[in-house]
């Protein structure tokens, strides 16, 4: 198993079925510099690390809190 590592980035674009897109550039060392993968996982749990609830909660934004953190457990645990 090889442990090089690439410093690579991308940019990912990501549209929400409401038709309203996200852009995302991410940049980092990475082990599989084809397809990037470990870098995107790393910049996920990067980006949900920095959610805090009690943001939404102070602009009653509770539900949509819920909503997307279990799109996200669907997401998750989706089979693969």
């Known amino acids: 198993m090889s442990t090089e590592k690439h410093s690579n980035g991308f940019v990912m674009e990501y549209t929400d079925e409401l038709g309203k897109t996200i852009k995302v550039t991410v940049e980092g060392e990475t082990e599989i510099p084809f397809w990037k993968h470990d870098l995107k996982l790393k910049a996920a749990i990067g980006l949900i690390e920095s959610v805090d609830y009690k943001d ?4 009653n934004k509770e539900d949509l809190y ?13 089979e693969w």
């Open 56 to 59: 939404f909660a102070n602009e």
């Open 66 to 78: 819920f909503e997307l953190m279990e799109k996200l457990k669907k997401t998750i645990n989706q």
